[in-house]
């Protein structure tokens, strides 16, 4: 005669279950975006190049494969600095650009560079990119700041339009106290910020690898310190 089954407790179905869930294939847990800042010099005439931006912010998206958040950062007028939440996708970003205007008004890096900093500290940021024209300010507390930004493994993309001399020396200054790369670009070619954007879209989200594999990435490669991210 068949014997009848053994109830099972409580305690052994517990240990049931846990000796089950350890055979399993741990899950892959995707990685979490990189984190980037585009920061635009939206003062004075500066209002053809943020609506190139605007136009062209898309390209960083498609050069990570979805793995990119970026909160855009502008200043204008006196003394107004912005910066958006981190964003997923280039339409978030792009509604969030239409319709600024810009406004007359000093440079303020030094307060952008202070607040890449406080947003390092917050939580890991992979790069800031900065796209203008201009400095009005003291290069030496600039450079500090970029140097701390360094410190911190955010490498700052510097992206210079037109050819200021003077502005030129400090945007510089900043890519190299930061362990980024800075480039200029010519308003009159509609392919040079976007592929720029996406050079440093790329860095942040895969590394020297990942910038590697663009076409033309050989000027910012040369810049870049020589470990990936």
């Given at each position: ?19 089950k ?34 136009h ?52 303020q ?7 890449a ?30 140097a ?19 502005a ?20 009159r ?25 663009l ?15």
């Amino acid at each position: 005669m068949a014997q009848p089954p053994v109830p099972t407790q409580p305690g052994n179905a517990v240990s049931a279950f846990l000796q089950k869930a350890a055979s399993l294939p741990a899950l892959r847990v995707a990685p979490s975006p990189a984190r980037l800042i585009f920061a635009v010099d939206a003062t004075a005439s500066r209002q053809p190049t943020w609506d190139r931006a605007c136009h062209v912010q898309a390209e960083m998206f498609a050069a990570t494969a979805g793995q990119l958040a970026v909160s855009l950062a502008f200043y204008r007028g006196h003394g107004e600095f912005m910066a958006t939440p981190f964003l997923s996708d280039s339409a978030a970003l792009a509604q969030r650009m239409t319709g600024v205007t810009c406004l007359g008004g000093h440079t303020q890096i030094l307060r952008l560079l202070r607040h890449a900093e406080a947003e390092a500290a917050r939580e890991r940021l992979h790069a800031l990119v900065f796209v203008g024209d201009a400095v009005e300010e003291e290069p030496d507390p600039i450079w500090r700041a970029a140097a701390r930004l360094g410190a911190r493994g955010v490498p700052a993309f510097v992206f210079q339009e037109e050819d200021d001399p003077c502005a030129t020396g400090v945007l510089r200054g900043i890519a190299k106290h930061s362990g980024g790369a800075w480039a200029p670009f010519d308003h009159r070619s509609p392919r040079a910020l976007a592929d720029l954007l996406r050079g440093a879209a790329a860095y942040a989200a895969g590394g020297r690898e990942a910038l590697a594999r663009l076409p033309g990435a050989g000027a910012l490669l040369a810049q870049l310190p020589g470990p990936p991210r």
